[in-house]
């Protein structure tokens, strides 16, 4: 099958993959929406990239507060060693996931947990290539069926820590829409969430055939089911565990 498992693992795939990206457009609090049909991306393969790396607080830079010295100014001679210092680095696994809603009504999930990995050309057109726990270079990443948009209403992307201490703030995420044609979209989740263990990323909406992706970027401090609530989705969740590595 010339499906998006082909496509991972290398071997001759669609021309729908092939990407022909001049620019990245980033989504920000005031540039928060962008149409993919007027940047010519609403056909094809979209790919939703997660990836994400560890940090220490911002004590870890030695450079940081300068004008501190004046205040402390024997802290000049202490070693450059014990002035970086900082918290222990924490592990965090980011799970990237999707709520979809149908034209037909249909309503599910698209995420690592519960191994609910979806599918590209079937219902939901909608398929995870797999789980990332260690923040790799490659990430997660969701693949969407953008021939078959007729069949969308609305997606919510989000991004929740399944694991390991809520640590937004000490987390560098980024999540970066790939269409197969048109400028790459690229959202950062930056705001300092230091509790929260879910964000809603971006809504991609079906307008009368028009195709929105909306910077969202709302943290919370519970799972799926609050973003359902926030959103107001309407699915029945429980809890799940992913299994051992």
């Not at 693992?9 to 149409?35: C, E």
């Not at 940047?39 to 507060?65: E, I, K």
């Not at 490659?138 to 948009?149: A, F, M, R, V, W």
């Not at 690229?186 to 971006?202: G, K, N």
Request: glycine share 10%; proline share 4%; net charge neutral.
């Amino acid at each position: 099958m010339a499906g998006v498992w082909q496509f991972l693992r290398g071997g001759n795939s669609s021309p729908q993959f092939d990407m022909g990206i001049a620019h990245t457009v980033t989504l920000t609090k005031r540039n928060q929406v962008v149409s993919l049909n007027h940047q010519g991306s609403a056909h094809g393969n979209l790919r939703v990239n997660l990836t994400w790396s560890m940090r220490t607080s911002d004590f870890s830079d030695p450079n940081r507060d300068r004008g501190g010295l004046f205040r402390r100014p024997f802290g000049l001679f202490k070693p450059e060693l014990v002035q970086a210092q900082g918290p222990a680095m924490v592990n965090v696994d980011l799970d990237l996931a999707c709520m979809y809603e149908l034209a037909d009504g249909k309503k599910g999930v698209v995420q690592p947990l519960g191994n609910f990995l979806g599918s590209f050309n079937e219902e939901p057109y909608i398929q995870l290539s797999g789980d990332d726990r260690f923040g790799s270079g490659s990430g997660e990443t969701i693949y969407i069926n953008l021939d078959h948009k007729e069949q969308f209403r609305r997606l919510l992307v989000f991004v929740y820590i399944y694991d390991g201490t809520p640590a937004f703030d000490r987390t560098h995420a980024v999540v970066t829409l790939y269409p197969s044609a048109g400028p790459a979209i690229e959202i950062a989740l930056t705001e300092r969430a230091p509790e929260a263990r879910s964000c809603a990323v971006v809504l991609i909406e079906n307008n009368k055939g028009e195709l929105t992706v909306r910077r969202e970027v709302k943290y919370v401090y519970g799972f799926q089911s609050e973003l359902d609530r926030l959103y107001g989705w309407g699915l029945q969740w429980g809890r799940g565990y992913k299994s051992k590595a």
